[in-house]
């Protein structure tokens, strides 16, 4: 004989409550609402978020170069490409009053941001001197650095000196000529003249050169 316990069934479907499934939090978002081009994890971005973005930063006022500071640098330029003269030269330039009459901060402005090769320069400069004017070695050298001539550095005169091709011999002797065709000097004051500290500054070898050359 089989016995059915009725109610023990009963008693035990009554107890079991229902399972509810709460929707996790961390549960991503349908397909359907979800961002495109979402990036991947990575070792950088652990979490796959989209980076933050950023405002363009704007260009203050106060960084823009003044209309007197540009035209400062394009005068600048000018007298640094056609006449080659130094960085401190073109400055005395620029404030002079009796030159371009600009301030002092525009003026060291623009000698600071011209694009200049000082060295080059007074090279340009020796060969100017050289091949017009035929002076000597030394005398060019002490015109490039003087206050009251180029006012190179005198490492950069140093440079037009190594690097310029010049015949010191016949600068000698075209002055040597210049002074027999416009004076009565004789050989012996011309050849003085070429020599003296206080004239053309020659080597004594490129005087004697010059006065046993001249006709």
């Not at 971005?45 to 260009?59: I, V």
Request: aromatic residues 8%; charged residues 20%.
């Amino acid at each position: 004989t089989v016995t059915v316990s009725v109610e023990a069934d009963r008693a035990d479907e009554t107890e079991q409550e229902p399972t509810i499934v709460t929707p996790s939090a961390s549960l991503s978002p349908s397909p359907s609402n979800a961002p495109d081009n979402l990036p991947s994890p990575s070792a950088d971005n652990p979490s796959g978020t989209l980076p933050s973005p950023e405002a363009p930063t704007p260009t203050p006022q106060e960084a823009e170069i003044p209309a007197e500071y540009q035209s400062a640098l394009n005068r600048a330029d000018n007298y640094c490409d056609l006449m080659h003269m130094s960085k401190q030269a073109i400055y005395d330039q620029l404030v002079s009053e009796y030159g371009e009459n600009v301030s002092p901060d525009a003026a060291r402005y623009a000698v600071n941001h011209v694009k200049a090769d000082w060295n080059a320069n007074a090279l340009q400069k020796a060969k100017i001197y050289s091949d017009t004017m035929y002076m000597s070695q030394t005398a060019i050298y002490e015109q490039l650095i003087s206050e009251n001539g180029e006012k190179f550095t005198e490492n950069q005169a140093q440079y037009a000196m190594d690097h310029l091709e010049a015949d010191w011999n016949a600068n000698a002797l075209h002055k040597a000529k210049e002074y027999r065709e416009t004076t009565n000097m004789t050989n012996s004051a011309i050849y003085n003249q070429l020599i003296s500290e206080h004239g053309d500054k020659f080597m004594p070898e490129e005087a004697s050169y010059a006065i046993k050359n001249l006709k």
